[in-house]
């Protein structure tokens, strides 16, 4: 997929982020097929940032495990492209 395409496609797959810039969702990518490397290295070089992951108290009796300690990363939800990124 060449880099217009690959704009194309984040722009139809995104909506507006309250910075100004544009969020896409890492599952909507996914969706897309088996260009997700390409389309990652793209919003990569394109000043595109994973969306900081809002922290969350832990929940009950066994939450520090679920939520905490000694989990591994998780891969980030969405995409934030700064504005005029898609333009």
Do not use: N, Q, T
């Not at 797959?13 to 969706?31: C, N």
């Amino acid at each position: 997929m060449d880099d217009d395409g690959i704009r194309v496609l984040v722009k139809r797959l995104s909506r507006p982020h309250p910075s100004g810039g544009d969020v896409v969702e890492r599952a909507a990518i996914l969706a897309e097929g088996d260009d997700f490397p390409s389309i990652m290295h793209w919003i990569d070089d394109h000043a595109g940032v994973p969306e900081a992951a809002k922290a969350s108290a832990p929940k009950g009796l066994h939450g520090a495990r679920l939520d905490g300690a000694g989990a591994p990363p998780r891969a980030p939800l969405r995409y934030v492209l700064p504005a005029g990124a898609l333009a």
